[in-house]
């Protein structure tokens, strides 16, 4: 089977690798694609948002199945597209329908759907800028830190949280009145502060059944300590040590279950991924957010661990089949660190020569914003720019060997944090 993956980041690479090792695939195409996922199969110039060029390329190279990796072609309806055409809708597809993205591309979608199938989550209110004042009023009912939330996609910066009552509400007016995060922040949802520590669970479903996948826990500020901005993410670990049989229990009876049961119930169509971000307050699992795709730079951790032939996995999931499917899963811990251009996730810098990356050995090198010149010199692309990932038998020796990997690459600027995992051990 030929074998299409859209994306150009991290999470595609570990997926590509993935899906390259598995016998029922022919070829694989990654659009765009990087410099590490050229190794795993062929790079194809294609926009993800131009669907008409998808179709095209897909007819024309016999592509059997699709795997989307980003989430802005499934809000914008890439399911749709091809459910709707006679020549694609036998292709199978990975990932959801325009209505099932919509759990990630709207907060208060994703809240208001929690809410009817009671599933554990924060209090929480929507407001516009029609509304603004009532958003103030309800902010000052509240305790901090205040949680304020763009309802659309904002590339995983669009939540704020703020210690104080006095910047958070410029920060409403900000993303209300002065469009903070576009239009993404049309409509803002403030939901009350949950204190806890967090992690990811991704479960893969074919819309009735569903397999939970290892569990991970990433790191998003730029800063050790959780310290400064948000960024796409600086690191993950897999599995978390507290998300143990008891605790996984808990997520799948008061959250997997009831999620898919909502999407059944509802009828949304829905072949893929869905991401729950969950926040563990004193053993008690609540859900923060939904995305409708792996995370990044969870991918990293969780998909090296995976024994299974994924391409099963994807079969099964477009099959509707997932009940008749077996995971199987390393037992060893998986952590990866991020390293990223200086200045992220502010501006930064492209183009500069990376360096020793041929020097790792025993880790896997994932690439997110790389690319090769004319000459074959890797080059920096992007914010995020690699990731090392290693295992071991327990979290501090797998962290060593990332750690120990990482200084053999360099490049002008290069930065990473110095404490992923720390908090866990």
């Known amino acids: 089977m030929n074998i299409l993956l859209l994306g150009s980041g991290g999470r595609e690479h570990a997926m590509a690798a993935k899906i390259a090792e598995s016998p029922q695939c ?23 948002n131009d669907f008409e060029a998808i179709r095209k390329f897909v007819l024309d190279n016999g592509v ?15 399911q749709d597209f091809f459910a709707r055409d006679e020549a694609l809708n036998k292709i ?55 949680v304020l939330k763009a309802d659309g996609l904002a590339a995983g910066k669009g939540v704020l949280i703020i210690d104080d009552l006095e910047t958070a509400e410029n920060e409403l007016h900000n993303m209300l009145e002065n469009a903070k995060f576009g ?17 990811s669970v991704f479960v893969l479903t074919d819309g009735e059944h569903y397999i939970i996948l290892p569990s991970a826990k990433d790191y998003k500020r730029i800063g050790e300590g959780d310290t400064g901005l948000n960024t796409g993410g600086m690191g993950s670990v897999s599995p978390v040590p507290f998300a143990d049989k008891a605790f996984m229990q808990k997520v799948e009876e008061r959250i997997v279950r009831p999620t898919v049961n909502g999407i059944r119930e509802e009828k949304i169509s829905y072949k893929g991924f869905i991401f729950l971000g969950l926040m563990n307050c004193g053993g008690d699992p609540y859900i923060i957010e939904y995305n409708v795709r792996m995370g990044d730079p969870e991918t990293e951790s969780v998909f090296p661990r995976i024994s299974s032939d994924v391409v099963e996995l994807f079969n099964h999931t477009w099959n509707g089949t997932l009940d008749r499917a077996t995971l199987k899963t390393n037992p060893q811990t998986a952590a990866c660190v991020m390293m990223v251009a200086g200045g992220y996730p502010g501006s930064y810098p ?53 750690y120990s990997a990482v200084k053999e690459i360099s490049w002008e600027g290069c930065h990473y944090r110095r404490d992923i995992g720390r908090d866990l051990m």
Request: hydrophobic share 40%; charged share 20%; with cysteine.
């Open 26 to 48: 022919d070829k694989l195409y990654i659009a765009p694609g990087n410099a590490g996922t050229s190794r795993c199969g062929t790079n194809v110039a294609l926009d993800n």
């Open 64 to 78: 059997g199945m699709v795997v989307v990796g980003p989430e802005a072609p499934l809000v914008a309806g890439l």
């Open 92 to 146: 199978a597809f990975i990932g959801p329908s325009r209505q099932g993205a919509t759990l990630e591309g709207s907060k208060d979608f994703a809240k208001a759907f929690m809410q009817r199938h009671g599933i554990p989550t924060a209090a929480y209110r929507s407001f516009t800028r029609e509304t603004l004042p009532e958003g103030i009023a309800f902010l000052r009912t509240l305790k901090p830190p205040y």
């Open 183 to 199: 239009a993404a922040s049309d409509k803002v949802v403030i939901e009350e502060f949950l204190h806890g520590i967090e992690l």
């Open 350 to 402: 492209k183009g500069n020569i990376i360096q020793g990356v041929e020097n790792v050995k025993g880790s896997l090198v994932f690439h997110a914003g790389t690319k090769r010149d004319a000459e074959g010199r890797l080059l920096t692309n992007g914010g995020r720019v690699l990731c090392v990932t290693s295992f071991a038998d327990n979290l501090e020796a797998a962290l060593a060997k990332s």
